[in-house]
């Protein structure tokens, strides 16, 4: 059975590439948004056409955005929602809840200084984690059953 993880959340860093090369010899395929910012930013109106309004520009973005997403989320067998250190992740805290809404099991990732702010999205989590790897050793119990 191939397990498959949508990982959201924050892109600044590689965290998806240490999730993914801790779970090596796994059967479990990754998913996620488009992680290069720039990108993601200006897909709507690159595809769709130019906005004066900068409102209008990120609103065709978003909109692109929500069809990979919405997708994603929606096949995932369980959900990984990372909230980095240096931003404020609103459509991290999104995914979170739409998954959640979906009835997919949760992950979530952050530091802990962060566990006050995230008090209720960890509430609708199976497991909060703090690294990568942690993240990785819950999807090998998962599929294995076997301890670290």
Same mark, same amino acid.
């Given at each position: 059975m191939t397990l498959k993880v949508y990982l959201s959340?924050?892109?600044?860093?590689?965290?998806?590439?240490?999730?993914?090369?801790?779970?090596? &010899?796994?059967? !479990?395929e990754f998913?996620?948004?488009? *992680?290069?910012?720039?990108?993601? +930013?200006d897909c709507g109106v690159a595809i769709l056409?130019?906005?004066?309004?900068?409102?209008?520009?990120?609103?065709? &973005?978003?909109? !692109?955005?929500?069809?990979?997403?919405? *997708?994603?989320?929606?096949?995932? +067998?369980?959900?990984?929602?990372?909230?980095?250190e240096k931003y404020k992740q609103w459509n991290a805290a999104f995914d979170a809840g739409y998954a959640s809404a979906l009835g997919k099991p949760l992950v979530i990732v952050h530091p802990p200084e962060h566990q006050h702010a995230l008090k209720e999205v960890d509430a609708a989590a199976a497991a909060v984690a703090e690294t990568p790897l942690q993240v990785a050793q819950i999807l090998r119990y998962v599929e294995t059953g076997k301890l670290p």
């Open positions: 959340g924050e892109i600044h860093t590689d965290w998806r590439v240490e999730v993914a090369q801790a779970c090596e &010899g796994l059967d !479990v998913s996620g948004p488009v *992680t290069d910012h720039g990108a993601s +930013d056409g130019a906005e004066s309004d900068k409102f209008w520009h990120d609103r065709k &973005g978003a909109g !692109v955005n929500s069809i990979r997403t919405r *997708t994603g989320l929606e096949k995932a +067998d369980v959900v990984v929602v990372r909230f980095g």
